[in-house]
């Protein structure tokens, strides 16, 4: 970074876009990714310079950021690009609740907003307490969370930990520490054995058809599609490691679960 705190940066995911929005730093983001959403305002305010995997080189050096954000290992090429450009980069790398809370503080150091993303982090503890709490003594549903529909992919460990502070229990509740996709690919057969009873869905970058989900060979055993519990959950909602998922996110489970 050219100075403290960074007076130009771009988001390459929705997370941290969010984040300084609550912090009230966005006048600081010059550039953002393009899956980029809350606050809907993003989408008119800001330039869009990437996707996930893939980004516009060129048109972020020429929006001379003093500081670009990443996230995983996804990313790692366009990281290294921009670095060997001269370029300063954070990437942040984490997949569970912890893991959220940890990059609002972080973030807001970087920017010189500790205090006001602390107070935003014990906002969302406090919050996520008081759901867990409400959950206490109620009958927990088996849920399967469906991130992606060909192949199958169970949900990653920030929705299973949602999962189970909104009162219900992660079928595949081992599986969501696996941090790639390919290691939470589930066949068919394991989803019927597990027998959910609620079948929550949110295939990244694409409306869920609930009939296709019926429909599969076998699954009319199941619970969740008998008793007709398949629930959407917006992508923006819950598969962006941030605020989003906290909030909007687990409102959107705790709404389908209880």
């Not at 305010?45 to 990437?50: G, L, M, Q, Y």
């Amino acid at each position: 970074m050219r100075g403290f705190p960074p007076s130009r940066i771009i988001c390459l995911t929705e997370e941290t876009v969010e984040t300084l929005y609550l912090l009230g730093e966005e006048d600081r983001i010059v550039g953002v990714s393009g899956y980029a959403v809350r606050p809907p305002k993003v989408r008119r305010e800001k330039p869009r310079v990437s996707a996930f995997t893939s980004a516009d080189i060129p048109k972020i050096l020429e929006l001379e950021p003093d500081l670009v954000l990443t996230f995983s290992d996804l990313q790692a090429e366009i990281a290294a690009e921009l670095i060997r450009a001269g370029v300063a980069v954070h990437a942040f790398n984490h997949r569970d609740v912890a893991g959220i809370l940890a990059m609002i503080r972080t973030l807001g150091a970087l920017v010189g907003a500790a205090d006001r993303a602390e107070a935003l982090a014990r906002e969302y503890e406090a919050r996520l307490e008081e759901v867990a709490s409400s959950a206490n003594g109620r009958w927990r549903p088996r849920v399967y969370f469906e991130e992606w529909d060909k192949p199958l992919i169970s949900g990653i460990g920030w929705v299973s930990e949602l999962v189970g502070i909104a009162g219900g229990e992660d079928v595949f509740l081992a599986l969501g520490k696996q941090k790639a996709a390919k290691d939470r690919i589930v066949s068919p057969e394991d989803v019927i054995q597990a027998a959910p009873d609620i079948i929550l869905a949110s295939w990244c970058g694409k409306k869920v058809a609930p009939d296709r989900i019926r429909q599969r060979p076998g699954w009319d055993a199941i619970p969740a599609v008998r008793d007709d519990r398949i629930v959407e959950i917006k992508s923006p909602l819950i598969l962006q490691p941030g605020p989003a998922a906290l909030t909007d996110g687990l409102d959107a489970i705790v709404a389908a679960i209880r």
